[in-house]
């Protein structure tokens, strides 16, 4: 058998060297707000589920009894667990405006590229809602604490 | 002027846990992820609309008893957003657990105990809520 067969073509051009980036390619979910929207949505998403089992059970009262249904609703009137219900609605809230973030991200071309300024767009839009949302919430909890009513 | 990078973006394969098959013959993931961001869009008017209307709206969670409930089931509206909002949150709800089970655990009889455990809770959930709905009596008080 011949050796000398034709040598593999010499390689003269260096393979494409990334240019020295601080921030490697592929980085949407590791770090900052990309990491850690993913880590709130995650623990968002069980809380709210989690609920949602103990709300079903709840509203199941109806077909019991008007009696036993509005035992149990009153617990929601308490300005304690009223608290926790601005709570969950924060963390709703939170979830579906971070969600409609994601399906951007997914199905918009440039989405992951303005993923963080939606992040920031999205808090924002979380804040204003959320203010006068856990005003009205907690108006009757207040006036019921300070004496008004 | 482009933004992109010459260069294209390795990105390691999520979810590629030693010892697990990593591919099916299957779409299933695909389809989940698919029903993820479609309920995801309906949740969002569902939801936000139900926690609006009960919390917020005109006296919030005060106003909230049996009649009230008796009178907006008595519409088939109500009766059907209800039902909606039932279906897909559950199901919404047990898919991101589900997933997160499939993350978390490294054992596959954690993993399989876990998902029995959803899969059961899930499924009285949804034939409670839905034989409430259907079969609620507004006349009963």
Redesign the interface.
């Known amino acids: 058998m011949s050796t000398d067969a034709p040598a593999a073509p010499a390689q003269t051009t260096p393979p ?1 060297v ?1 240019k020295k980036s601080r921030k490697p ?2 980085t949407l979910y590791r770090g900052r707000e990309g990491m850690w929207s993913w880590v709130a949505h ?1 623990i968002t ?2 809380l ?2 989690f609920f ?2 103990a709300h ?2 709840d ?2 009262l ?2 019991v ?2 009696e036993s ?2 035992k149990v ?1 009153d617990t ?2 308490n300005p304690f667990v ?1 608290l926790m ?1 601005i709570g969950l ?1 924060g963390a ?2 939170f979830h ?1 405006l971070n ?2 973030r ?2 951007a991200i ?2 918009w071309s440039k989405g992951p ?1 303005l993923q963080r300024q939606m992040l920031w767009t999205i808090v924002t839009v979380w804040v204003v809602v959320m203010v006068p ?1 856990a005003f ?2 907690f ?2 909890s207040f006036e019921l604490i300070f004496g008004s009513k | 002027m482009s ?1 992109h ?8 394969a999520p979810r590629s846990a030693p010892g697990r098959p990593r591919r099916s013959r299957t779409n299933t993931e695909l389809y989940a992820w698919l029903f993820m ?1 479609i309920s ?2 309906i ?2 008017v569902l ?2 609309g139900h ?1 609006f209307i009960m ?2 709206l005109d ?4 106003r ?4 009230f ?2 009178g907006r089931w008595a519409s088939p509206f109500w009766q059907v957003w209800d039902l909606l909002m ?1 279906w897909l ?2 199901i919404h ?2 898919n ?2 589900r997933t ?1 089970i499939n993350d978390y655990t490294r054992k596959d009889g954690t993993r399989v105990a876990l998902k029995g455990l959803l899969y059961t ?1 899930t499924t009285i ?1 949804i034939a ?2 839905t ?2 709905i259907f ?2 009596d507004p006349t ?2």
């Open positions: 494409p990334a390619a592929g995650r998403g069980v709210t589920f949602l089992f079903v059970l509203t199941a109806v077909r009894s008007p249904y509005d609703i929601y009137k009223n219900e609605v709703v809230l579906a969600g409609l994601i399906i997914d199905f590229r949302g009205f919430m108006k009757h | 933004m990078s010459p260069i294209p973006p390795v990105i390691e961001r995801g869009v949740l969002v939801v936000l926690l919390n917020i006296g919030g969670v005060q909230i008893n049996w009649a409930v008796a039932l949150a559950m709800g047990t991101g657990l997160i809770a959930t409670l809520g034989l409430v079969t609620f009963l008080n």
